[in-house]
């Protein structure tokens, strides 16, 4: 049992496993962006590895319920971390062959698909609002172990992601009970229109982030990513502790699209911190609004991955004209959208 903020969370895989589990999977899905800078490929095949992963997640509400119809949540998380460990071995390996690395990008981002709807699920059982933004956060923690590990193993960020093949000597330890969930026999397609909605919405700062490289150049990008991705964890323990729920997202909602909207008209690279650090945050509030929303907790993971189409789209889209401005509108617009849907949909109380 351990102590955070005044509330005691006990130690039990419900509440390990989950943030363990976003966190390596955010890992494996990341640190082959740190591996482009070692290669000479094209812009255009850059931008193809990268995107990628998005399609593969984008299919996790037909994978994960048949999955979940077959074997326990547990031996979802150990095999999808353990095979991700694969395919980022067979990816240093495969370099020159283009079609077979898009390919498994693809198939990281199924298994990162399968690997955060367990997170999301086991850490909405916890029942501890902490657990559920540390494992959003899980994000962030990804962020910063690929760069740490690409500053310490250069070209050989790829192999290290062995040391994950441990994962696959704890399937026949798996014993989360299955009853834990709701989990039928039967076959579904697992995501919710409400769900999607709130994570289509809630995404749009953090996938908008992918243009500050571009906006304000590597080295000042570099720093405000290291700063902004270590304070945002902090702001993913904060956020949903705040008794009120309703209160605290639409703040966080207002504030993000004030700052977002000020942060690309400006260009200054300060304010993309404040930005980024709630920007980011606000992500461990979206599973608890959908949960208040009586949405299934087995369709949150799910649709959160199926959402994450529109890290995809939403560079290439802001792009068609002026960059600053569009970014800044779409990101005033989501926000205040957001919170509007907060606003009508939870109580007062909540």
């Known amino acids: 049992m351990i102590e955070m903020l ?23 899905l990341t640190n082959f962006i740190f591996y482009l800078q070692y290669t000479d490929y094209t812009g255009l095949v850059e ?18 319920p048949f999955l979940m119809s077959r074997i326990n949540i547990e031996r979802i998380t150990y095999l999808s971390l353990g095979n991700m460990a694969i395919l980022d071995i067979l990816e240093f390996f495969m370099g020159t062959d283009t079609l077979a ?9 199924i298994l990162f698909g399968l690997a955060t709807s367990a997170a999301v699920e086991l850490a909405t059982q916890s029942r501890s609002k902490i657990i559920m933004g540390m494992t959003m ?33 704890l399937i026949k330890r798996s014993n989360i009970d299955k ?28 996938y908008i982030l992918q243009l500050i490289p571009s906006l304000l150049g590597e080295n000042n990008a570099i720093e405000e990513t290291i700063i902004a991705y270590s304070i945002s964890f902090i702001a993913y323990i904060i956020l949903p ?31 993309f911190i404040p930005f980024t650090v709630l920007g980011l945050g606000l992500n461990s509030l979206l599973p608890i609004i959908i949960k208040l929303m009586k949405v299934e907790v087995t369709k949150i993971g799910p649709s959160m991955n199926l959402a994450s189409l529109s890290g995809f789209l939403i560079p290439s889209l802001v792009s068609i004209g002026d960059i600053e401005i569009n970014s800044a509108i779409l990101t005033l617009i989501s926000s205040i959208s957001l919170g509007a ?6 109580k007062i109380t909540a």
Request: proline share 3%.
């Open 179 to 206: 009853k834990l969930f709701s989990n039928s026999g039967s076959i579904s397609i697992a995501f919710s229109w409400k769900a999607l909605l709130i994570f289509l919405l809630g995404f749009e700062p953090a």
């Open 341 to 346: 849907i907060v606003y009508k949909n939870l």
């Open 241 to 271: 502790s705040i008794g009120n729920i309703r209160i605290s997202s639409l703040l966080t909602s207002l504030m993000i699209g004030i700052l977002g909207f000020t942060s690309f008209i400006t260009l200054k690279a300060w304010m």
């Open 47 to 64: 931008f193809l590895l990268i995107g990628a992963p998005f399609i593969g997640r984008a299919i996790t509400p037909i994978t994960y």
């Open 6 to 28: 005044g509330i005691k969370i006990p130690l039990r895989k419900t509440t390990i496993l989950p943030v363990l589990s976003f966190t390596l999977s955010s890992y494996f």
């Open 137 to 169: 956060g899980g994000w962030a923690l990804g962020w910063i172990l690929s760069a740490l590990m690409s500053f310490l193993m250069g070209k050989m960020v790829l192999i290290t992601s062995s040391f994950s093949l441990v994962f696959f000597l």
């Open 101 to 109: 690395l898009i390919l498994l990008r693809v198939a990281t981002g």
